[in-house]
T-cell receptor
């Protein structure tokens, strides 16, 4: 299994500002994912981040709004840029546990973001 | 594109009663199906998954799910609910992507409340 921590756990931000969310894993993993969970909604995949390559974004998400870094095999960041109240959500990172776990995805506790 | 429907937004059951949470999926190929649970302030935890073989799968915490291809369903069941089962439950369908990982599409979730 993989243990994942996220920072911050929650934040309240002003519109127009940016917030960087950190995701730390206790083991080396190849694939990391970032999800958004809007109030009362399902989880939606934002992007897939592999170490050493550019993140792959899903339809409706762009790099300028959600830049992602993946500097090594245990860490990733997601930045929510130029925030508006519509960005208020829970942001979760997950990792692929690899073939040894039958590629189970393990999730972090999430970052609850409120934009005023 | 794949999709998941969880028809019940909120279910309340008495402790000790049986539970069934419904999940219907839409996917063009053989589905990889998952049930996750999210407790308040916690990340998602995998309860069980179906890849192939026996259509009745056993998971953790006494949960089981049955895959019915003819009904495009993957309902989650538990014979006797405990107060600690109160949480939000997400059904997901996985699309196999590169490197053997799964791209997950989630339903909107079902919130379970348990009354003493």
């Amino acid at each position: 299994s993989a243990v994942i921590s996220q920072k911050p756990s929650r934040d309240i931000c002003q519109r127009g500002t940016s917030l960087t969310i950190q995701c730390q894993v206790d083991s080396q993993v190849t694939m990391m994912f970032w999800y958004r969970q809007q109030p009362g909604q399902s989880l939606t995949l934002i992007a897939t981040a592999n170490q050493g390559s550019e993140a792959t974004y899903e339809s409706g998400f762009v790099i300028d709004k959600f830049p992602i870094s993946r500097p090594n095999l245990t860490f990733s960041t997601l930045t929510v840029s130029n925030m508006s109240p519509e960005d208020s959500s829970i942001y979760l990172c997950s990792v692929d546990g690899g073939a040894g776990t039958y590629n189970e995805q393990f999730f972090g506790p999430g970052t609850r973001l409120t934009v005023l | 594109a794949q999709s998941v429907t969880q028809p019940d937004i909120h279910i309340t059951v008495s402790e000790g009663a049986s539970l069934e949470l419904r999940c219907n999926y839409s996917y063009g190929a053989t589905p990889y199906l998952f049930w996750y649970v999210q407790s308040p302030g916690q990340g998602l935890q995998l309860l069980l998954k179906y890849f192939s073989g026996d259509t009745l799968v056993q998971g953790i915490k006494g949960f089981e799910a049955e895959f019915k291809r003819s009904q495009s369903s993957f309902n989650l069941r538990k014979p006797s609910v405990h107060w600690s089962d109160a949480a939000e439950y997400f059904c997901a369908v996985g699309k196999l992507s590169g490197a053997g990982s799964y791209q997950l599409t989630f339903g909107k979730g079902t919130k379970l409340s348990v009354i003493p």
